[in-house]
């Protein structure tokens, strides 16, 4: 079955401690983004990457990291989580950038009191 | 300031009434999606329109694209309990790398 799979799916942590969301597709997709969701601000893009090895800042990149060693793998790394960073975060694939349907993983609640 | 401008942001409506929804930009898109999002998942693709004035139906689902391709609708007829959830658009512009989501409608359809 094709899809996007994250973990973890929820987590509740404390300021400061290093955390990493793990993102993987079976699908052989190029292109892979994370967005987070928060209400009434809809979907905002944090990373992407066109390809292995190629990653770029969407429009929130401030306060994480990722990295895309292999064509899979996408995770996102939040070296010093704080507040601000709760949120609904997605992982989303798809084929190539550009008016391609982007699949989408089922979310990590992350909480950082 | 959203660069997708969706309204209404809440609608809740009888089971079988008819509804719109809108979405609104001053960009011009190359193209424009339509996702649903349940609760606890993530969106799924309902559309991709491409061509302005390029309309398209899904069942009781009719999406358009404006002429000018700046802005969209989606149309229920006979709204069912099964379209609940939240209805987001996004589009792909000038920017090569994504595309920008707007702030959704939260559609309840009541039995």
């Known amino acids: 079955e094709a899809q996007v799979t994250q973990n973890p799916r929820y987590l509740i942590t404390v300021t400061g401690k290093k955390l990493t969301v793990t993102c993987s597709q079976n699908m052989n997709h190029e292109y892979m983004s994370w967005y987070r969701q928060d209400p009434g601000l809809g979907l905002r893009q944090i990373y992407y990457s066109m390809n292995v090895e190629v990653t770029d800042k969407g429009d929130v990149p401030e306060g994480y990291k990722v990295s895309r060693k292999e064509k899979r793998n996408f995770p996102l790394i939040l070296e010093s989580p704080s507040p601000n960073q709760t949120s609904l975060y997605f992982c989303?694939?798809?084929?190539?950038?550009?008016?391609?349907?982007?699949?989408f993983g089922d979310g990590t609640r992350l909480s950082i009191l | 300031t959203q660069l997708l401008e969706q309204s209404p942001q809440f609608l809740s409506i009888q089971e079988g009434e008819n509804l719109t929804v809108y979405c609104n930009s001053s960009s011009v898109f190359s193209s424009l999606q339509w996702y649903r999002q349940e609760p606890g998942e993530g969106p799924v693709l309902l559309v991709t329109v491409v061509t302005g004035g390029e309309v398209k139906k899904l069942k009781r689902l009719t999406f358009q694209f404006g002429d000018a391709r700046k802005d969209s609708s989606l149309h229920i007829t006979a709204a069912q309990p099964g379209d609940t959830g939240l209805y987001l658009c996004a589009g792909e512009g000038p920017w090569v790398h994504d595309m920008r989501f707007g702030a959704g409608t939260r559609l309840t359809v009541k039995p």
């Open positions: 989303a694939s798809s084929l190539t950038v550009g008016n391609q349907p982007q699949h």
